[in-house]
């Protein structure tokens, strides 16, 4: 009679993706490149700010744009010309270090001194997924509401900096920005809020230097 025993396998795969957000860091490092990971819902405006952070500083960048379907982004940051790699997730709703890590492969690191990673429009996926940044941003409109913020707040929490986006569109929409000023501030004391209109360029300037200071102090 064979004997059967019960094997129980597992295999932590946030401390797997931990270690491969370590090895994307020390990389980033090797070659001289602060990484930026923007979060943030889908509309939030994260794809326009890369733009406008392409466009009003004189960083070397290199861009990672994830989503379901990539190319769409991708397509509007190449425009800008810099070097952009377009990772597909697929049913995937985030990013993850994995994936960066082969995104990076297609890059020229030594032309880049600013790597920013522009994750898929969710606010919940990746809230545990590092990807070995140097600073994550997360990007929330008006538009969704003014109890996003307490409604998902471990990304709030996790975050570097928060922009409320598109205040132009508060009243339209009954969107009380100070109460989202207040609830970030509830979940992440110590976080710089910034508010923005980027369609007429209110706030870029903030975000910029909050960017700079980041990146001088790394």
């Given at each position: ?42 509309g939030s405006g994260k794809t326009t700010l890369i733009e406008d952070i392409i466009d009003n ?142 369609k007429d360029g209110e706030g870029l300037e903030e975000i910029i230097a909050a960017i700079n ?5 790394i």
């Amino acid at each position: 009679m064979h004997k059967v025993a019960d094997i129980e396998v597992q295999k932590n795969i946030m401390d797997a993706n931990r270690k491969l957000a370590d090895k994307n860091r020390e990389n980033f490092e090797d070659h001289g490149i602060f990484c930026v990971d923007f979060v943030g819902a889908i509309g939030s405006g994260k794809t326009t700010l890369i733009e406008d952070i392409i466009d009003n500083t004189d960083y070397s960048i290199g861009v990672i744009a994830g989503d379901v379907i990539s190319e769409f982004d991708a397509g509007r940051i190449e425009k800008h010309d810099v070097p952009v790699v377009g990772l597909n997730t697929g049913k995937e709703c985030h990013l993850d270090a994995h994936l960066v890590r082969h995104g990076v492969a297609d890059l020229p690191l030594d032309d880049i001194d600013v790597l920013i990673i522009e994750n898929v429009g969710n606010l919940i996926c990746p809230v545990d997924f590092e990807l070995g940044s140097h600073m994550r941003i997360v990007v929330v409109s008006v538009t969704e509401g003014d109890d996003t913020v307490e409604k998902h707040p471990l990304i709030f929490k996790d975050s570097d900096l928060i922009i409320i986006n598109k205040i132009d569109l508060a009243d339209a929409v009954g969107a009380d920005t100070d109460k989202m000023i207040a609830d970030a501030k509830a979940l992440n004391p110590d976080v710089e809020v910034i508010k923005s209109n980027l369609k007429d360029g209110e706030g870029l300037e903030e975000i910029i230097a909050a960017i700079n200071k980041r990146k001088d102090n790394i």
